[in-house]
């Protein structure tokens, strides 16, 4: 009986451990670059802050009301597969949030890689047609961690 036990444990385990493993790959990086856009890291992103490009931050309000890039509005990216490159007709994101001139310059961030808001947020804004899309893919960790301006 007490191999029966143990026999049955191992399969518990084995098995925990395989669904754990199974969660884990589900989480899918963003990639190193955006087509019809441009990734820029840390240093790049504080560049186009010094010119005065509108920085969109697309997590969800509360984080955004908690430590945001000084200046940035929030535009939340309502996403159903978050941590997945996946779109689904429910996503959402309010255009009408972002200039009017298709021409300004804006970077889009969220918490880093594997966050994906920032990603389909600027993704969105240059299926509508805006041309200068920056896409800060390190995010508010990457500018919190150079000791860059917040609010």
């Keep these: 009986m007490k191999n029966i036990i143990s026999i049955a444990r191992h399969i518990a385990v084995g098995t925990l451990f395989a669904v754990s493993a199974q969660t884990a790959l589900a989480v899918e990086e963003t990639p190193n670059a955006i087509p019809g856009g ?11 802050f010094d010119k005065g ?8 309000a509360a984080e955004y009301a908690e430590k945001h890039i000084k ?3 929030n535009v939340v990216f309502k996403e159903k597969f978050g941590k997945e490159s996946k ?8 255009l009408a949030k972002l200039p009017g001139d298709k021409a300004a310059a ?6 880093g890689s594997p966050c994906w808001k920032g990603y389909k947020g ?7 047609g805006y041309k200068n899309v920056f896409w800060y893919r390190d995010g508010l ?3 919190t961690a150079k000791g860059l301006p917040t609010e």
């Design 53 to 60: 490009a509108k920085f969109i931050d697309n997590r969800v």
């Design 141 to 143: 960790p990457g500018w």
């Design 38 to 48: 441009t990734m820029v890291s840390t240093d790049q992103a504080k560049q186009q």
């Design 122 to 128: 600027a993704a969105a804004a240059i299926k509508a």
């Design 106 to 111: 804006m970077v889009f961030y969220c918490n």
């Design 87 to 94: 779109l689904d007709p429910e996503d959402s994101f309010d």
């Design 71 to 73: 200046g940035a509005i």
